[in-house]
Protein backbone atom coordinates (compact mmCIF):
# COMPACT_ATOMS: atom_id res chain seq x y z
CA UNK A 1 0.00 0.00 0.00
CA UNK A 2 1.40 3.54 -0.71
CA UNK A 3 -0.07 6.84 0.02
CA UNK A 4 -1.89 9.08 -2.59
CA UNK A 5 0.39 11.36 -4.61
CA UNK A 6 -0.70 15.17 -4.45
CA UNK A 7 -2.05 16.74 -7.51
CA UNK A 8 0.05 18.75 -9.73
CA UNK A 9 1.35 22.07 -8.33
CA UNK A 10 -1.30 24.86 -10.04
CA UNK A 11 -2.09 28.34 -8.43
CA UNK A 12 -3.09 27.47 -4.93
CA UNK A 13 -0.02 27.60 -2.81
CA UNK A 14 1.14 24.96 -0.68
CA UNK A 15 -0.34 26.30 2.29
CA UNK A 16 -3.81 26.38 0.66
CA UNK A 17 -6.28 24.11 2.43
CA UNK A 18 -6.85 21.98 -0.36
CA UNK A 19 -3.15 21.31 -1.56
CA UNK A 20 -2.46 20.44 1.84
CA UNK A 21 -4.99 18.13 2.67
CA UNK A 22 -3.35 16.20 -0.66
CA UNK A 23 0.24 16.58 0.90
CA UNK A 24 -0.65 16.07 4.80
CA UNK A 25 -0.88 12.27 4.60
CA UNK A 26 2.70 12.01 2.90
CA UNK A 27 3.91 14.69 5.92
CA UNK A 28 2.27 12.76 8.62
CA UNK A 29 4.24 9.05 7.12
CA UNK A 30 7.34 11.59 6.86
CA UNK A 31 6.95 12.22 10.92
CA UNK A 32 6.49 8.49 11.22
CA UNK A 33 9.73 7.75 9.17
CA UNK A 34 11.50 10.43 11.36
CA UNK A 35 10.46 9.05 14.62
CA UNK A 36 11.72 5.35 13.51
CA UNK A 37 14.99 5.72 12.41
CA UNK A 38 15.97 8.19 15.55
CA UNK A 39 14.53 5.50 17.75
CA UNK A 40 16.49 2.83 15.90
CA UNK A 41 19.76 4.92 16.43
CA UNK A 42 19.00 5.57 19.84
CA UNK A 43 18.96 1.82 20.69
CA UNK A 44 22.38 1.35 19.28
CA UNK A 45 23.48 3.67 21.39
CA UNK A 46 23.88 6.21 18.95
CA UNK A 47 23.44 10.06 20.07
CA UNK A 48 21.51 12.70 18.30
CA UNK A 49 23.60 15.98 18.21
CA UNK A 50 22.52 19.65 16.87
CA UNK A 51 25.24 21.04 14.69
CA UNK A 52 25.08 24.71 14.17
CA UNK A 53 24.26 25.77 10.85
CA UNK A 54 26.35 28.71 10.35
CA UNK A 55 29.80 28.52 9.34
CA UNK A 56 33.11 29.79 8.29
CA UNK A 57 33.65 27.15 5.55
CA UNK A 58 30.63 25.80 3.96
CA UNK A 59 32.77 22.56 2.13
CA UNK A 60 35.37 22.21 0.12
CA UNK A 61 33.56 20.56 -2.84
CA UNK A 62 34.44 21.91 -6.27
CA UNK A 63 30.93 21.24 -6.87
CA UNK A 64 29.13 22.08 -4.05
CA UNK A 65 27.43 25.74 -4.23
CA UNK A 66 26.87 27.57 -0.34
CA UNK A 67 24.29 30.74 0.44
CA UNK A 68 26.54 33.14 1.71
CA UNK A 69 25.92 36.07 4.28
CA UNK A 70 27.76 38.51 7.06
CA UNK A 71 28.11 38.34 10.65
CA UNK A 72 27.96 41.51 12.43
CA UNK A 73 30.06 41.95 14.97
CA UNK A 74 30.09 44.50 17.64
CA UNK A 75 32.78 46.47 16.14
CA UNK A 76 30.29 46.73 13.39
CA UNK A 77 32.63 45.04 11.02
CA UNK A 78 31.17 41.92 8.80
CA UNK A 79 32.71 38.61 8.74
CA UNK A 80 32.12 36.40 5.42
CA UNK A 81 29.76 33.46 7.19
CA UNK A 82 27.90 30.63 5.51
CA UNK A 83 25.09 28.35 5.49
CA UNK A 84 26.26 24.46 5.52
CA UNK A 85 25.95 22.25 3.17
CA UNK A 86 26.52 19.69 5.16
CA UNK A 87 26.71 18.91 8.92
CA UNK A 88 30.36 16.99 8.03
CA UNK A 89 32.79 19.15 9.73
CA UNK A 90 30.83 19.80 12.91
CA UNK A 91 30.07 16.22 13.66
CA UNK A 92 33.52 15.33 12.72
CA UNK A 93 34.67 17.53 15.68
CA UNK A 94 32.53 15.64 18.03
CA UNK A 95 34.26 12.87 16.48
CA UNK A 96 37.94 14.21 18.02
CA UNK A 97 36.18 15.36 20.95
CA UNK A 98 35.56 12.04 22.04
CA UNK A 99 31.35 11.09 20.82
CA UNK A 100 31.70 7.45 19.34
CA UNK A 101 28.33 7.14 17.93
CA UNK A 102 26.60 10.55 16.76
CA UNK A 103 23.61 11.07 14.38
CA UNK A 104 21.74 14.58 13.18
CA UNK A 105 18.32 15.03 11.34
CA UNK A 106 20.11 18.40 9.88
CA UNK A 107 18.49 21.24 7.91
CA UNK A 108 21.32 21.46 5.32
CA UNK A 109 21.58 23.96 2.45
CA UNK A 110 22.79 24.17 -1.20
CA UNK A 111 22.44 27.03 -4.20
CA UNK A 112 22.19 26.14 -7.68
CA UNK A 113 20.08 22.88 -6.83
CA UNK A 114 16.22 23.54 -7.46
CA UNK A 115 14.31 20.42 -9.07
CA UNK A 116 12.02 17.83 -8.51
CA UNK A 117 14.90 15.95 -6.42
CA UNK A 118 16.57 18.93 -5.36
CA UNK A 119 15.70 21.53 -2.67
CA UNK A 120 17.60 25.02 -1.51
CA UNK A 121 16.78 23.76 1.84
CA UNK A 122 16.10 20.09 2.75
CA UNK A 123 17.18 17.28 5.62
CA UNK A 124 20.05 15.62 5.52
CA UNK A 125 20.25 12.28 8.06
CA UNK A 126 23.99 12.29 8.87
CA UNK A 127 25.60 9.36 11.26
CA UNK A 128 29.16 8.37 12.05
CA UNK A 129 30.81 5.23 13.83
CA UNK A 130 33.73 5.09 15.51
CA UNK A 131 36.31 2.66 15.09
CA UNK A 132 34.04 0.89 12.78
CA UNK A 133 34.63 -0.61 8.97
CA UNK A 134 32.89 1.61 6.60
CA UNK A 135 30.55 -1.23 5.22
CA UNK A 136 28.89 -1.48 8.72
CA UNK A 137 27.17 1.50 6.61
CA UNK A 138 25.28 -0.40 3.92
CA UNK A 139 23.20 -2.57 6.72
CA UNK A 140 22.54 0.75 7.73
CA UNK A 141 21.73 2.21 4.90
CA UNK A 142 19.18 -0.93 3.84
CA UNK A 143 17.68 -0.60 7.42
CA UNK A 144 16.60 2.96 6.95
CA UNK A 145 15.13 2.32 3.78
CA UNK A 146 12.73 -0.78 5.22
CA UNK A 147 12.36 1.23 8.15
CA UNK A 148 10.60 4.58 6.06
CA UNK A 149 8.78 2.01 3.82
CA UNK A 150 7.29 0.74 6.65
CA UNK A 151 6.29 4.26 8.16
CA UNK A 152 4.56 5.30 4.70
CA UNK A 153 2.89 1.65 4.50
CA UNK A 154 4.59 1.38 1.41
CA UNK A 155 5.38 -1.81 -0.16
CA UNK A 156 7.61 -0.23 -2.64
CA UNK A 157 9.48 2.69 -3.47
CA UNK A 158 8.76 4.35 -6.53
CA UNK A 159 9.69 7.08 -9.03
CA UNK A 160 8.86 7.55 -12.47
CA UNK A 161 8.61 4.42 -13.72
CA UNK A 162 10.61 2.38 -11.63
CA UNK A 163 10.39 0.68 -8.31
CA UNK A 164 12.71 -0.97 -6.21
CA UNK A 165 12.16 -3.34 -2.93
CA UNK A 166 12.98 -1.29 0.05
CA UNK A 167 13.44 -4.27 2.35
CA UNK A 168 15.89 -6.70 -0.64
CA UNK A 169 19.34 -6.83 0.34
CA UNK A 170 21.13 -3.63 -1.74
CA UNK A 171 23.71 -5.00 -4.59
CA UNK A 172 26.58 -4.21 -4.42
CA UNK A 173 28.83 -2.50 -7.34
CA UNK A 174 31.49 -1.10 -7.60
CA UNK A 175 31.67 1.85 -10.01
CA UNK A 176 34.41 0.52 -11.91
CA UNK A 177 32.18 -2.30 -12.91
CA UNK A 178 28.93 -0.36 -13.47
CA UNK A 179 30.75 2.00 -15.73
CA UNK A 180 31.99 -1.00 -17.57
CA UNK A 181 28.52 -2.54 -17.82
CA UNK A 182 26.71 0.15 -18.82
CA UNK A 183 28.97 3.52 -20.50
CA UNK A 184 31.65 1.04 -21.65
CA UNK A 185 34.12 2.41 -20.15
CA UNK A 186 37.16 1.26 -18.36
CA UNK A 187 37.30 3.97 -15.59
CA UNK A 188 40.64 2.61 -13.60
CA UNK A 189 42.66 2.40 -16.71
CA UNK A 190 42.31 6.23 -16.35
CA UNK A 191 43.55 6.62 -13.08
CA UNK A 192 47.15 6.10 -11.27
CA UNK A 193 46.39 6.39 -7.64
CA UNK A 194 44.35 9.84 -7.29
CA UNK A 195 46.10 11.28 -10.80
CA UNK A 196 43.65 11.22 -13.31
CA UNK A 197 44.66 10.72 -17.57
CA UNK A 198 41.56 13.09 -18.96
CA UNK A 199 43.00 12.74 -22.68
CA UNK A 200 42.81 8.51 -21.98
CA UNK A 201 38.80 8.71 -20.86
CA UNK A 202 37.80 11.74 -23.08
CA UNK A 203 38.80 9.05 -25.91
CA UNK A 204 36.63 6.08 -24.27
CA UNK A 205 33.73 8.46 -23.43
CA UNK A 206 33.51 10.28 -27.36
CA UNK A 207 33.77 6.44 -28.77
CA UNK A 208 30.40 5.81 -26.67
CA UNK A 209 28.68 8.28 -28.59
CA UNK A 210 28.54 10.73 -25.12
CA UNK A 211 28.61 14.49 -26.44
CA UNK A 212 31.38 16.30 -23.99
CA UNK A 213 32.63 20.23 -24.25
CA UNK A 214 36.39 20.86 -25.03
CA UNK A 215 36.65 22.12 -21.61
CA UNK A 216 35.12 19.36 -20.02
CA UNK A 217 37.96 18.11 -17.33
CA UNK A 218 38.28 14.31 -15.90
CA UNK A 219 35.73 14.62 -13.09
CA UNK A 220 33.26 16.41 -15.28
CA UNK A 221 32.96 13.74 -17.94
CA UNK A 222 32.68 10.96 -14.96
CA UNK A 223 29.72 12.91 -13.93
CA UNK A 224 28.35 13.03 -17.04
CA UNK A 225 28.96 9.62 -17.98
CA UNK A 226 27.93 8.38 -14.59
CA UNK A 227 24.32 11.00 -14.93
CA UNK A 228 23.87 9.69 -18.56
CA UNK A 229 24.50 6.19 -18.93
CA UNK A 230 24.99 4.39 -15.10
CA UNK A 231 22.29 5.99 -12.32
CA UNK A 232 19.54 4.98 -14.62
CA UNK A 233 20.20 1.14 -14.06
CA UNK A 234 20.73 1.88 -10.46
CA UNK A 235 18.79 0.55 -8.30
CA UNK A 236 15.51 -0.93 -10.19
CA UNK A 237 13.86 -3.44 -8.21
CA UNK A 238 16.61 -3.74 -5.19
CA UNK A 239 18.42 -1.11 -3.78
CA UNK A 240 22.13 -0.66 -5.06
CA UNK A 241 25.18 0.26 -3.02
CA UNK A 242 27.75 1.88 -5.78
CA UNK A 243 31.09 1.19 -3.68
CA UNK A 244 34.87 1.98 -4.02
CA UNK A 245 34.24 5.20 -6.27
CA UNK A 246 37.67 6.92 -7.52
CA UNK A 247 40.20 7.97 -5.42
CA UNK A 248 39.96 11.67 -7.54
CA UNK A 249 36.55 11.65 -6.76
CA UNK A 250 36.71 11.01 -2.78
CA UNK A 251 38.27 14.53 -1.19
CA UNK A 252 36.83 13.31 2.34
CA UNK A 253 37.65 9.30 2.44
CA UNK A 254 40.32 7.12 2.84
CA UNK A 255 42.00 5.54 -0.16
CA UNK A 256 41.35 1.79 -0.62
CA UNK A 257 44.41 -0.74 1.33
CA UNK A 258 44.24 -2.98 -2.01
CA UNK A 259 44.43 -0.31 -4.51
CA UNK A 260 45.15 2.77 -4.67
CA UNK A 261 43.06 4.06 -7.70
CA UNK A 262 40.11 3.79 -5.83
CA UNK A 263 38.63 5.00 -2.42
CA UNK A 264 36.25 3.23 0.61
CA UNK A 265 33.57 5.72 -0.90
CA UNK A 266 30.18 4.74 -1.30
CA UNK A 267 26.49 5.54 -2.49
CA UNK A 268 22.92 4.09 -1.80
CA UNK A 269 20.80 4.37 -5.16
CA UNK A 270 17.16 3.72 -5.28
CA UNK A 271 14.79 4.12 -8.27
CA UNK A 272 18.06 5.79 -10.14
CA UNK A 273 17.84 8.20 -7.36
CA UNK A 274 20.64 8.81 -5.50
CA UNK A 275 19.79 8.67 -1.56
CA UNK A 276 23.22 8.37 0.61
CA UNK A 277 26.94 9.26 0.05
CA UNK A 278 28.95 7.34 2.81
CA UNK A 279 32.57 7.05 3.26
CA UNK A 280 35.61 5.29 5.34
CA UNK A 281 36.98 8.62 6.62
CA UNK A 282 39.73 10.29 6.09
CA UNK A 283 41.98 11.46 8.83
CA UNK A 284 45.33 12.57 7.78
CA UNK A 285 44.98 16.67 8.40
CA UNK A 286 48.14 17.46 5.76
CA UNK A 287 46.50 15.39 3.12
CA UNK A 288 43.08 16.56 3.52
CA UNK A 289 44.45 19.88 3.00
CA UNK A 290 46.15 19.11 0.01
CA UNK A 291 42.86 17.79 -1.34
CA UNK A 292 40.56 20.56 -0.65
CA UNK A 293 43.17 22.87 -2.10
CA UNK A 294 42.76 21.12 -5.19
CA UNK A 295 38.85 20.80 -5.17
CA UNK A 296 39.32 24.66 -4.68
CA UNK A 297 41.15 25.40 -7.71
CA UNK A 298 39.08 23.63 -9.76
CA UNK A 299 36.17 25.50 -8.03
CA UNK A 300 38.48 29.14 -9.13
CA UNK A 301 38.72 27.59 -12.51
CA UNK A 302 34.98 26.34 -13.29
CA UNK A 303 33.22 28.66 -11.53
CA UNK A 304 35.60 32.05 -10.62
CA UNK A 305 35.19 31.65 -6.62
CA UNK A 306 36.56 29.61 -3.15
CA UNK A 307 35.96 28.75 0.04
CA UNK A 308 38.00 29.32 2.92
CA UNK A 309 39.27 26.04 4.50
CA UNK A 310 38.00 25.83 7.58
CA UNK A 311 41.03 25.75 10.13
CA UNK A 312 39.69 24.26 12.70
CA UNK A 313 38.52 21.12 10.96
CA UNK A 314 41.70 20.53 10.15
CA UNK A 315 43.00 20.72 13.58
CA UNK A 316 40.81 18.33 14.33
CA UNK A 317 41.66 15.35 12.48
CA UNK A 318 44.72 14.97 14.33
CA UNK A 319 42.47 13.68 17.25
CA UNK A 320 39.51 12.14 14.96
CA UNK A 321 39.39 8.49 15.61
CA UNK A 322 39.41 6.04 12.71
CA UNK A 323 35.29 6.54 11.71
CA UNK A 324 32.84 5.47 9.31
CA UNK A 325 30.04 8.59 7.93
CA UNK A 326 27.41 8.63 5.94
CA UNK A 327 24.75 11.10 4.84
CA UNK A 328 21.53 10.51 3.41
CA UNK A 329 19.22 13.03 1.60
CA UNK A 330 15.82 12.29 4.26
CA UNK A 331 13.47 14.06 1.77
CA UNK A 332 13.95 12.07 -0.83
CA UNK A 333 13.88 8.69 0.77
CA UNK A 334 10.35 10.06 2.22
CA UNK A 335 9.36 11.16 -1.43
CA UNK A 336 10.47 7.46 -2.96
CA UNK A 337 8.21 6.06 0.11
CA UNK A 338 5.35 7.99 -0.76
CA UNK A 339 5.44 7.93 -4.13
CA UNK A 340 5.66 11.82 -4.21
CA UNK A 341 6.58 12.98 -7.83
CA UNK A 342 8.00 16.02 -6.04
CA UNK A 343 10.62 16.59 -3.54
CA UNK A 344 8.31 19.77 -2.16
CA UNK A 345 5.45 17.58 -1.71
CA UNK A 346 7.20 15.96 1.74
CA UNK A 347 8.84 19.28 2.96
CA UNK A 348 6.49 20.50 5.83
CA UNK A 349 7.26 24.33 4.40
CA UNK A 350 8.76 24.19 1.00
CA UNK A 351 11.15 26.71 0.08
CA UNK A 352 10.39 27.04 -3.70
CA UNK A 353 8.93 24.52 -6.55
Request: proline share 6%.
Amino acid sequence: MTSSRPTPPDATPWWGRSRHADRRPLLLARNRAQRAIRDWLEAGDFIEVDPAALVTSPGNEAHLHAFATQQIGNDGLARQMYLHTSPEFAMKKLLAAGEPRIFSFAHVWRNRECTTRHSPEFTMLEWYRAGQDYRVLFQDCARFLALTAEAAGADLLRHGDMTCDPFAAPQIVTVAEAFAEFAGVDLLATCDGAQTDAAALRAQVLAQGIRLSDDDGWSDMLSRVLVEKVEPHLGRDRPLILDRYPAAEAALARPAADDPREAERFELYACGVELANGFGELTDPAEQRRRFQLEMDEKQRIYGERYPLDEDFLAALSFMPEAAGCALGFDRLVMLATSAPRISDVIWTPVAE
